[in-house]
């Protein structure tokens, strides 16, 4: 089935909802298939309320923290018990609206995410773009392309930490490997994968490298080479994991893992781009303003506030350059915004799971078990335990920039104790926050990315579960290699 590009009926729509991008079912199918599989929600809100339970028997503690130059850091040696924090009835349902309150960012980012996607996809830029890029493809055999898509996908990340942008990606990618004969999985994938590698290397991240490097007191960004190579190999693992996958459905599809799933896009089935000159206009101020975003990303350090603003004004500008007028951009951002509800909200059930852990107090007492694990262990197997350690915490704390500010003025006594170089430490902690963010379902960017590609979670983990533990081995690999060969410059 393919695109539809009618804009001019949105007006006329009288509230009816099209979906350009999504298969018409019959009524009876789609309640029955709804049904069928398990909502996010669901399966967010079973986890909050074993985290709830957990939270009442693990003992309440706390280190002391100070603020320094704005960012606030705890002192290693001041752990303490205090009274215990209890999670009762009543907490249970107020951290829904806590955990809405605290994720109000990210969550307002999606939505603007789709509405700005709203206006490019009703006015036909998207599908002119895919059709386009599907063209120059489609005689290039799956390897070359796919690697260049996740090298850059990746790179992307790497340098930026935005791995978040995925949401945007998702559906132009998705559409395009449909029409070469795959299937969802495998366009998400591409995404995924290349941008978790770039989040494990994290060449410039400034979330967590700038970050744990200033604490560490190392040369900012240091060491950029080797974390490069570390990215390539992560990428490489993930290319022929994705590749095999996708031989095996192309032979058979129904070895797909999500075979028996409504597609939420249609595949690129005519490839005329058929670029109108409107369309040529907003498609240069797209492109124009999206580099701007990416530019403010790496250079000017764009929060979600930023990021969001910028996201309005793409879906303003681009719509203005096609020669729509401002009640009709209205209406195809609402409707865009519409699309993205339910990965919005999913990410406030994340947020609310910790909530309750800073409530009851139990987040710091897991941290100085870690840490306390980690102790009595020196060179290689100390650095490899940092790195499964960091990847534990990260389900507590899934904030990169929070998790270092935390985590790192614990990681780094012990590091200078067990004789582990800084750098070592921060890239196996690095390795451990940005790999597991693709995994842990109390990461809500994940599941909302996942929501947008129309993949329950459960589907994904069966897909990704083997090759996380494929890429952990290579981490663990690399992070010895890191500190076989002296990794610094300290």
């Known amino acids: 089935m393919g695109f539809s590009r009618k804009s001019d009926d949105l007006e006329k729509s009288n509230g009816r909802q099209e979906q350009p991008f999504a298969h018409q079912e019959e009524p009876s199918r789609c309640e029955n298939t709804e049904y069928k599989e398990q909502h996010p929600f669901l399966m967010l809100s079973i986890i909050l309320v074993l985290v709830c339970i957990a939270a009442n028997f693990i003992p309440s503690g706390v280190f002391e923290r100070t603020v320094v130059d704005g960012r606030t850091l705890i002192d290693p040696e001041s752990f303490q018990i205090v009274d215990k924090a209890y999670i009762g009835f009543t907490d249970f349902f107020q951290s829904f609206f806590e955990g809405f309150k605290q994720a109000s960012g990210l969550m307002a980012m999606v939505l603007f995410v789709g509405g700005a996607f709203g206006v490019i996809k009703h006015i036909g830029l998207l599908e002119a773009s895919i059709n386009s890029l599907a063209e120059k493809l489609q005689h290039l055999h799956f390897l070359p392309m796919t690697l260049t898509l996740i090298l850059s996908f990746g790179t992307l990340v790497s340098l930026t ?29 591409v995404v995924l994968i290349g941008a978790c590698a770039g989040l494990g290397a994290g060449m410039t991240n400034p979330f967590f490298t700038a970050i744990a490097q200033n604490i560490a007191e190392l040369p900012l960004y240091s060491g950029i080479f080797f974390r490069m190579f570390v990215f390539l190999t992560l990428a490489l693992f993930g290319l022929v994991f994705i590749y095999l996958y996708a031989r095996k459905i192309k032979s058979d599809p129904t070895k797909s893992i999500v075979h028996d799933l409504p597609i939420k896009f249609g595949k690129v089935e005519n490839l005329n781009s058929n670029m109108s ?26 929060s979600f506030s930023q990021m969001s603003a910028t996201f309005i004004a793409i879906a303003i500008f681009v719509g203005l350059a096609y020669g729509v007028g401002p009640n009709r951009i209205c209406h195809m951002f609402a409707r865009g915004m519409s699309e993205m509800m339910i990965a919005a909200m999913v990410i406030f059930f994340a947020r609310s799971i910790l909530y309750v852990m800073e409530e009851a107090q139990v987040i710091d007492t897991v941290i100085n078990y870690l840490a306390g694990l980690i102790g009595g262990v020196s060179g290689q197997a100390g650095a490899s335990l940092i790195l499964l350690v960091q990847t534990t915490i990260n389900f507590l704390i899934p904030s990169g920039s929070g998790q270092a500010a935390i985590t790192m003025p614990i990681i780094i006594p012990l590091s200078d104790i067990m004789d582990v170089n800084r750098q070592v430490a921060i890239l196996a902690s690095q390795l451990g926050d940005g790999m597991s963010n693709f995994i842990f379902p109390t990461n809500g960017a994940l599941i909302a990315i996942l929501s947008v590609a129309g993949i329950p979670y ?3 983990l069966r897909f990704f579960g083997p090759l996380y533990l494929i890429l952990l081995a290579a981490s663990i690999m690399l992070v010895s290699i890191a500190s076989m060969i002296g990794y610094g410059p300290f």
């Open 161 to 189: 930490g935005m791995y978040e942008l995925s949401i945007v990606l998702v559906p132009l990618i998705v559409p395009l490997y449909l029409r070469f004969g795959y299937d969802v999985m495998v366009g998400t994938a």
């Open 458 to 460: 459960l589907r994904w």
């Open 277 to 302: 000159p409107a369309l040529k206009r907003a498609a240069v101020v797209f492109l124009g303003m999206f580099a701007f975003l990416i530019y403010g990303s790496i250079n000017l350090g764009f």
